[in-house]
Structure formats: structure tokens, C-alpha cells
């Protein structure tokens, strides 16, 4: 029998290996569930699907193009990005847009997920906000024995500027980990995975990589 313990990490993995996975349309009742640090975080019942949807909010004194350049550098996602055993760049054919594959590990006798996912950038001229969609596709990368592929995943992140040097992010997800977990375990432990990658991030952010970055397609 699986733990409690297993499940923990299972909601940690497909609420927070799953950041990038976007593309979100739907209606939600949004509950705050946890508030810490300054990050808020709430889920939402969905009509169509057992699994709650989640929705993050937080100030990260970081610029836009700080935030897009840690969330487009792919090959350090592992870094901040909770259970995340992999993350490997397939293609990028623009400097906003690129094609990954990543694979996140969970304790036996879960079985791992993988992904593959389509990553782009738009920045509103006007407003500078940035959103960031990039939906689970099918194909590049083959599906592996043993490991269950995730292709059913929704969201959005979105960066809005306060000032210069702050940033409000805005990121809602609503995904389908496969498998046989089941919905109430996912969702009752729905916001410890997304609360330990964003308190990352905020860390990530602090690299001097990222402190004089520089983007083209992005505008402070």
C-alpha cells in the first residue's frame, strides 16, 4: 500500500512539474487554501474533472525579464521545480519559444511522469504583462516503459508589472497526473507541492545569473 507520505509527493509532482504546462480557458470559485511568505495560494472545483484546480499569487521583487529568463532556462528547472528529475531542451525555434521534455520522479511503487511541453512568451506592448502558455503536446519524444505519460494539462502564468524591479505573478493550473491516484488524495494535499517550488524560485531569482540578464522579446 502506498503511504501518506507517497501521496505527498505525488500532488507535489503534478502541482508543481507541471508549471509550464499551459493554456487555460475555464470558469473557477477560487478557495484560499494556504497563505505563506507572501505566496497565496487557492483551488478551485471544476466542472468537467475530480482534480481541483489551483491558482498561485505572490510579489517576487524581481524584474520581468528575470522571472521570463529563470522560467525559459529549461536545463536548471530541476533546481526550484519540486520532484523534477529531468528536464531536457528539445528545440527552440525562436528566443520566446521552445520545445522541452522532462520526467519527475515519485517514490515507488508510483510509477514516473513525463511530459513534453510547447513553451512561449507573449508581452503586451501596452501593458508589458507577460503570459506565458505552453500546453502538453504529443510526439518528440517516444512514450517510455514505466513511466506514464502526462498530456491532459491546463494553465497560465502571467507576470504583471508593479515597478521596475517587482513583479505579481499570477499562475493557475488544472491538470491530470494519469494513472490511478486517486482525486481526494490529490486534492487534499493539493497545495504543499506548489508552495515549496514558488518559495524556490523566489530563491532562484536571487542567482547572479539572472541579476543583469538581458532578453530581446522582453520589455521592463
Known amino acids: 500500500?502506498?503511504?501518506k507520505s507517497s501521496f505527498k509527493f505525488i500532488v507535489c509532482f503534478f502541482l508543481t512539474s507541471l508549471l509550464f504546462v499551459t493554456n487555460t480557458h475555464a470558469q473557477y470559485n477560487w478557495k484560499?487554501?494556504?497563505?505563506?511568505?507572501?505566496?497565496?495560494?487557492?483551488?478551485?472545483?471544476?466542472s468537467d474533472s475530480k482534480?481541483?484546480?489551483?491558482k498561485v499569487e505572490c510579489n517576487?521583487?524581481?524584474s520581468l525579464m528575470q522571472l521570463t529568463a529563470v522560467l525559459m532556462d529549461i536545463k536548471n528547472?530541476?533546481?526550484w521545480v519540486y520532484a523534477t528529475k529531468s528536464c531536457v531542451l528539445l528545440k527552440q525555434p525562436s528566443p520566446s519559444e521552445l520545445y522541452y521534455y522532462s520526467e519527475v520522479k515519485l517514490p515507488w511503487p508510483v510509477q514516473n511522469r513525463d511530459f513534453v511541453c510547447h513553451l512561449s512568451v507573449i508581452q503586451n506592448p501596452e501593458t508589458k504583462v507577460i503570459t506565458i502558455d505552453g500546453p502538453a503536446i504529443n510526439g518528440m519524444v517516444p512514450v517510455k516503459d514505466g513511466i506514464i505519460r502526462v498530456d491532459h494539462s491546463k494553465g497560465r502564468w502571467m507576470l504583471?508589472?508593479?515597478s521596475k524591479d517587482e513583479?505579481?505573478?499570477?499562475?493557475?493550473?488544472?491538470t491530470d497526473p494519469g494513472g490511478t491516484i486517486p482525486a481526494w488524495i490529490v486534492n487534499l494535499f493539493a497545495s504543499e507541492g506548489p508552495m515549496q517550488s514558488f518559495k524556490k524560485l523566489k530563491l532562484q531569482l536571487q542567482k547572479p545569473v539572472y541579476k543583469n540578464v538581458s532578453l530581446?522579446?522582453?520589455?521592463?
Open 1 to 3: 500500500m502506498i503511504q
Open 32 to 46: 484560499l487554501d494556504v497563505e505563506k511568505e507572501g505566496i497565496k495560494i487557492y483551488t478551485s472545483n471544476v
Open 51 to 54: 482534480i481541483k484546480a489551483l
Open 60 to 62: 517576487f521583487q524581481a
Open 77 to 79: 528547472a530541476p533546481e
Open 160 to 162: 504583471i508589472p508593479i
Open 167 to 174: 513583479t505579481k505573478i499570477e499562475y493557475i493550473l488544472q
Open 216 to 220: 530581446s522579446y522582453v520589455k521592463n
